[in-house]
C-alpha cells in the first residue's frame, strides 16, 4: 500500500512537513471516522494521536501518495516512535471515493 494519511505534525504546512516532502509524493484531502487526543506521557507529550472507531465523527487530514513509501517505512516508524502503532484504515476522500491507507494510531500507554 503506497499512501499514508496524516492529520498531525506531517501535514502540509505543518512543523514535521519537511519529512514527507524529502520523500515526494502526492497530497489529497481526505478524512477517517476517529477522535484526536493529545499524548500526555513520554516523549512525545502535547502532539495528537488518532483513536479510530467508526462511530466516531470524522477527522480532516491528508491522504499522502507516493510509491517511494515502502522504502521510508522504517524511517517514518522510527520518526513517530513508540507512542503510535502504524495500521491499516478506510479513508475518505474529498469526493465520496473510499480507499485503504496506512496510518498511525496512539499505542495505549502501558502500564507499569
Not at 502540509?12 to 509524493?25: D, F, K, S, T, Y
Not at 483513536?51 to 491522504?63: A, K, M, R, T
Not at 522504502?71 to 485503504?100: A, C
Request: charged fraction near 20%; charge should be negative; glycine fraction near 10%.
Amino acid at each position: 500500500m503506497n499512501q499514508l494519511f496524516v492529520y498531525g505534525t506531517l501535514c502540509p504546512n505543518r512543523e514535521n512537513a519537511h519529512i514527507l516532502g524529502g520523500i515526494g509524493g502526492d497530497w489529497q484531502k481526505a478524512s477517517v471516522h476517529g477522535t484526536i487526543h493529545i499524548l500526555d506521557w513520554g516523549p512525545d507529550q502535547g502532539l495528537p494521536a488518532i483513536v479510530l472507531n467508526e462511530q466516531d465523527p470524522l477527522v480532516d487530514g491528508y491522504l499522502f501518495i507516493t510509491e517511494k513509501l515502502e522504502q521510508n517505512w522504517q524511517m517514518l516508524d522510527d520518526f513517530e516512535g513508540f507512542q503510535y502503532k502504524r495500521i491499516s484504515v478506510e479513508v475518505i476522500l474529498e469526493s465520496g471515493e473510499k480507499t485503504d491507507a496506512w496510518t498511525y494510531v496512539m499505542k495505549p500507554q502501558e502500564s507499569k
